[in-house]
T-cell receptor, first 114, second 111 residues
C-alpha cells in the first residue's frame, strides 16, 4: 500500500457524462497533486493544493474541476470530456513543496473516454 | 514545459548486469529526484539528491549529479527481474511546488 488511495481504478465514460475521481491520503501531508499520464508523454502536472488552497493550475481545461475539501481528500470532477482526455490520472501527496520532499503517488485511475 | 529528459528511452539487459540511465535538464535546480513506475501502477520515490551533493547511494542504487553539466545518472547494480519498470527523473527547476518529470527510461531485465 502506498498510503495514497485512488478510486476508482478504472473508469469508462461517455463524452456527455459527469464523473469524479477521488484521492485520499493518510500520511498527514500538506500538499496534494493531480498529474495526467498519457502514452509517450511526460507526466503533466494539472493542479497543486497546499493546505487545501489551490496554488497551481497548469492551464488545464475547465472540463476538469478539482476540489480539496480537507488536507486528506482530493477530487477531480470531470464533465464533457474529449477522447484525448483518456489517460492515467495520478494523485500524489507530499509533506511540503514537491521540490523539497518526495511525492507519494496513488496507483491512479485509468480513464477511457468513449 | 519539460525539464528533465532521460536517456536512453529504452534499455534491455541481462539479469545480474548493471543498468545506467541518464537525465539531463535545462534550468538551475535545488533538488533532483528519481522515481520508478511498474506497469499500471503509481510512481515510487527512489532517491532525492540536492544540488550541493554529487553522489548518493541507496542499496543497489547509485545516483550522481553534475550541476555544471545539468545532468544526473541512476545506476542499478546487479539487476534483478523485479527491477523491470520505467524510471523517471524529476526536477524542481520551475518552482518549489512544481516537480517536472521527464518521459522516462523503460528498463527490461531479461532472466
Amino acid at each position: 500500500e502506498t498510503g495514497v488511495t485512488q478510486t476508482p481504478r478504472h473508469l469508462v465514460m461517455g463524452m456527455t457524462n459527469k464523473k469524479s475521481l477521488k484521492c485520499e491520503q493518510h500520511l498527514g501531508h500538506n500538499a496534494m497533486y493531480w498529474y495526467k499520464q498519457s502514452a509517450k508523454k511526460p507526466l503533466e502536472l494539472m493542479f497543486v493544493y497546499s493546505l487545501e488552497e489551490r496554488v497551481e493550475n497548469n492551464s488545464v481545461p475547465s472540463r476538469f474541476s478539482p476540489e480539496c475539501p480537507n488536507s486528506s481528500h482530493l477530487f477531480l470532477h470531470l464533465h464533457t470530456l474529449q477522447p484525448e482526455d483518456s489517460a492515467l490520472y495520478l494523485c500524489a501527496s507530499s509533506p511540503q513543496g514537491a521540490g523539497n520532499s518526495p511525492l507519494h503517488f496513488g496507483n491512479g485511475t485509468r480513464l477511457t473516454v468513449t | 514545459s519539460q525539464q528533465g529528459e532521460e536517456d536512453p528511452q529504452a534499455l534491455s539487459i541481462q539479469e545480474g548486469e548493471n543498468a545506467t540511465m541518464n537525465c539531463s535538464y535545462k534550468t538551475s535546480i535545488n533538488n533532483l529526484q528519481w522515481y520508478r513506475q511498474n506497469s499500471g501502477r503509481g510512481l515510487v520515490h527512489l532517491i532525492l539528491i540536492r544540488s550541493n551533493e554529487r553522489e548518493k547511494h541507496s542499496g543497489r542504487l547509485r545516483v550522481t549529479l553534475d550541476t555544471s553539466k545539468k545532468s544526473s545518472s541512476l545506476l542499478i547494480t546487479a539487476s534483478r527481474a523485479a527491477d523491470t519498470a520505467s524510471y523517471f527523473c524529476a526536477t524542481d527547476g520551475q518552482g518549489a511546488q512544481k516537480l517536472v518529470f521527464g518521459q522516462g527510461t523503460r528498463l527490461t531485465i531479461n532472466p
